[in-house]
C-alpha cells in the first residue's frame, strides 16, 4: 500500500512516459523506460563467425571453429569480438538515449548488457584479470559530451561482474584519441580505414606488456574502430585483445542503419 502511494504522488508530482514507446510510467525509476520496453530486448541468437561475430547463414560442417567470409580472407587484429543484442529496436533506442540525449541511468542497464557478453570470452581469458579499455573520445568531443558512453557502460558492467566474483582491471589512459575524425557513415570499408589512421595512441606501454586487453564499445558496426584500437595495441606490446560490445549492427543491416544515423548525431549536435 505504501508503495501504490508513493507512486501515485510520484506520477502525480512528476507525470512522465516510456522514452521508447511513449506509454506512462508507472513506477518510481530513475530509468525513464517501461518494463514492456525493456523486457523485449533479447540476446543474439544463431550461429555465429568464431572471430568477428558476423552473422553465419550456412557453413561447410568441419571440427574448425566456423569463421565468415571476411575474417578468412583477412584475420582481424583481435582474437575475437562478442556482442549481446543487435542494434535495432529498443537496445538502439536505450543507447541513443545514453549517447545523444545523456539519459545516464540508462548506462547500467546497458552494463547488465554488455557483461552477459564479456561472460562469453571468460574462458578464452588468462588467470590474471583482463585489462579493459573503452574506446575513448577526441578530448572536445568529450567536454562536449560530458561523458564518454563506452567508459560510462565498462564501469556498469565491472562491478555487475564483480558481483559475480569476475575481476576484470579499468584503465582509461592507455589508450587516448589525439585527433577527431569525419563521420564513417556513408564510407567504403577502406575509407573508414583511412580515416581513422592515426586517430589513436598509446600512452603507456608498460602498463599493458603481455595482458590480455578487452576493448570495449557501444556499437560494433563494421568492426574499423576496434580494429584500429586492436592493430594498436598488438603493435605497442599488448597480448591478445578481445572485443566486447553491447550491440552490433549484423550483415545487411549497415546500410539502413547509416541513413538512420542522420538524425540522432543532429539531437546530439545542440
Do not use: W
Not at 517501461?34 to 540476446?43: L, N
Not at 562469453?120 to 568529450?142: D, M, R, S, T, Y
Not at 555487475?160 to 584519441?177: C, D, P, Q, S, Y
Request: proline content about 5%; some cysteine; overall charge positive.
Amino acid at each position: 500500500m505504501v508503495r501504490d502511494a508513493a507512486a501515485g504522488l510520484f506520477n502525480t508530482l512528476f507525470p512522465g512516459d516510456c522514452r521508447l514507446c511513449g506509454e506512462p510510467l508507472n513506477d518510481i525509476s530513475r530509468l525513464p523506460v517501461c518494463h514492456s520496453c525493456i523486457g523485449s530486448i533479447e540476446p543474439l541468437a544463431g550461429a555465429f563467425c568464431s572471430i568477428c561475430g558476423e552473422n553465419l547463414f550456412a557453413f561447410a560442417a568441419s571440427d574448425a571453429p566456423a569463421m565468415c567470409g571476411m575474417c578468412r580472407r583477412a584475420v582481424p587484429p583481435f582474437a575475437r569480438a562478442v556482442a549481446f543484442g543487435t542494434y535495432e529496436g529498443n537496445l538502439r533506442g536505450l543507447l541513443h538515449l545514453l549517447k545523444y540525449e545523456q539519459v545516464r541511468p540508462v548506462a547500467d542497464l546497458l552494463g547488465g548488457y554488455l557483461a552477459e557478453a564479456i561472460k562469453k570470452l571468460q574462458p578464452l581469458l588468462g588467470e590474471a584479470p583482463a585489462l579493459v579499455i573503452p574506446v575513448p573520445l577526441h578530448a572536445p568531443k568529450q567536454r562536449q559530451r560530458r561523458f564518454n558512453q563506452a567508459e560510462q557502460i565498462a564501469r556498469a558492467a565491472l562491478k555487475n561482474l564483480a558481483a559475480r566474483g569476475l575481476v576484470f582491471e579499468l584503465n582509461t589512459r592507455i589508450l587516448k584519441r589525439q585527433r577527431e575524425t569525419s563521420s564513417q557513415t556513408g564510407l567504403t570499408r577502406h575509407q573508414r580505414r583511412a580515416n581513422l589512421r592515426g586517430a589513436f595512441a598509446v600512452a603507456n606501454r608498460d602498463a599493458m606488456a603481455e595482458r590480455d586487453i578487452l576493448v570495449v564499445d557501444d556499437v560494433f558496426t563494421t568492426g574499423t574502430t576496434v580494429s584500429e584500437c586492436a592493430r594498436l595495441l598488438v603493435r605497442n606490446g599488448a597480448g591478445r585483445v578481445f572485443v566486447a560490445t553491447v550491440a552490433r549492427v549484423l550483415k545487411g543491416e549497415i546500410t539502413r542503419v547509416e541513413q538512420r544515423a542522420v538524425r540522432p548525431m543532429a539531437a546530439g549536435a545542440h
